[in-house]
């Protein structure tokens, strides 16, 4: 793995920190109204900060709407290829839990526009800065609560396996969502990002409160 100052600590995990071998966890670890509540967020939220991307990347982006899937932390970064950049990011406020975020290294620098001072992977670390800090506005607007982001730290990870959440969190079970960036009709850059399934069910139960 390449490393960074940027790359965040590793945190050292309790001995009873449990291993889940990297199966799928129950579909149901959340209930049909938490996942559509947790959609309809993240869709109007995502959706929202595309105008954001479309001047941060100079081209006409479209944001398609998430999928949802339930997978253990050992399985989180299985169906996307290496090398990919990998983000944790922190939310605070209503519903406070870690953000993971992994796209592919190639297709994210090909879209982007890096200026003479500034290097890709710098330019993806604000755009993912900024498009987080986007949703997580329009996340305090929906659930009638302020919510914050921070971008933790960043990498690059080279080999699929290499990089392991159990480094960061005793959360097992993970709520991954899927969307992609469609720029300007010619590229599509998918995106995969998970929330621990605790923090969906608190933002969930939230949006829930105030529709």
């Not at 090398?83 to 939310?91: C, D, I, K």
């Not at 200026?115 to 900024?130: C, G, N, P, R, Y």
């Not at 960061?168 to 995106?191: A, D, H, P």
Request: proline share 2%; glycine share 8%.
């Amino acid at each position: 793995m390449t490393t960074d100052h940027h790359s965040p600590e590793k945190r050292k995990n309790s001995s009873d920190d449990q291993k889940t071998g990297g199966k799928a966890m129950p579909e149901n670890a959340l209930s049909k109204t938490e996942t559509e509540a947790i959609i309809e967020l993240l869709n109007t939220s995502l959706g929202g900060s595309a105008a954001l991307l479309t001047s941060l990347l100079a081209e006409q982006v479209f944001v398609t709407s998430p999928t949802l899937t339930v997978t253990s932390r050992d399985a989180v970064f299985g169906s996307i290829g290496a090398p990919f950049y990998v983000a944790l990011g922190e939310y605070t406020g209503s519903a406070s839990g870690m953000q993971v975020l992994a796209v592919s290294k190639k297709d994210m620098d090909a879209a982007l526009k890096t200026t003479e001072d500034q290097t890709e992977f710098q330019a993806v670390q604000e755009l993912i800065s900024k498009m987080f800090d986007s949703v997580a506005q329009s996340m305090s607007a929906l659930l009638e609560n302020e919510l914050t982001y921070s971008l933790s730290g960043m990498d690059v990870v080279d080999q699929t396996g290499e990089f392991s959440l159990a480094n960061f969190t005793k959360e097992q079970s993970f709520t991954e969502s899927e969307f992609q960036l469609n720029v300007s009709g010619k590229q599509n850059i998918r995106f995969l990002f998970m929330f621990a399934s605790t923090t969906c069910k608190n933002l969930g139960g939230d949006f829930n409160g105030t529709v």
